[in-house]
């Protein structure tokens, strides 16, 4: 290898460690500027909401379980329990899937009879206060604006305005002053 060749190969070793040095700096800036994405808050359930109604299928799996449990031996996987109680269901006819469904009909309207209900009572905690010890927090907090309100009435009644330079000197010291006495 001749001796340019030699300096040249250099060179381009050296540009090349430039571009992965600026290459990487852009990485890490670009990672310092993107913030972390933000958890969404999940809203919380209500427990007292009802449960949504069982279909027809969940009610032939509950009482399938056991035999198919048998039909596959000792200990079997879940998966294969599901597995071959979906197949059975497939394989029934709609007369046979009759029980089911009609199952499945009483716990719907079951359900949207409880929904009814809980509906109402929803809407009837937010027309009025909350009993208890959020009211009596409400109330504490009612009372501290009324006595903010009356420092604050008591402070302006002691401000006179004067001139525009003595305005802010006098109306300082008399707010403190009235705040004082409280």
């Avoid at 294969?80 to 109680?85: D, F, G, P, Q, Y």
């Avoid at 709609?94 to 949207?112: I, L, V």
Wanted: with cysteine; aromatic share 8%; proline share 5%.
């Amino acid at each position: 290898m001749t001796r340019t060749r030699k300096q040249r190969i250099a060179y381009l070793y050296r540009m090349i460690n430039q571009n992965f040095e600026q290459l990487s700096t852009l990485l890490n800036q670009k990672e310092e500027e993107e913030p972390a994405p933000e958890e969404k808050e999940k809203k919380k359930k209500d427990p007292r909401k009802p449960k949504k109604p069982v279909c027809g299928y969940a009610f032939f799996t509950q009482a399938e379980m056991e035999a198919a449990k048998e039909e596959l031996g000792v200990n079997p996987r879940m998966s294969s329990v599901i597995t071959l109680c979906a197949k059975k269901w497939k394989t029934l006819t709609p007369k046979q899937k009759e029980p089911y469904e009609k199952m499945a009909r009483e716990s719907k309207e079951e359900y949207y009879k409880k929904l009814k209900i809980y509906n109402q009572i929803i809407r009837e905690e937010k027309r009025q206060p909350v009993s208890g010890e959020s009211s009596k927090s409400v109330n504490q907090e009612n009372n501290k604006k009324e006595e903010a309100n009356k420092k604050v009435a008591t402070t302006t009644k002691h401000v006179s305005f004067k001139d525009d330079q003595n305005m802010e000197n006098d109306s300082d010291k008399e707010i403190e002053e009235a705040s004082e006495e409280y």
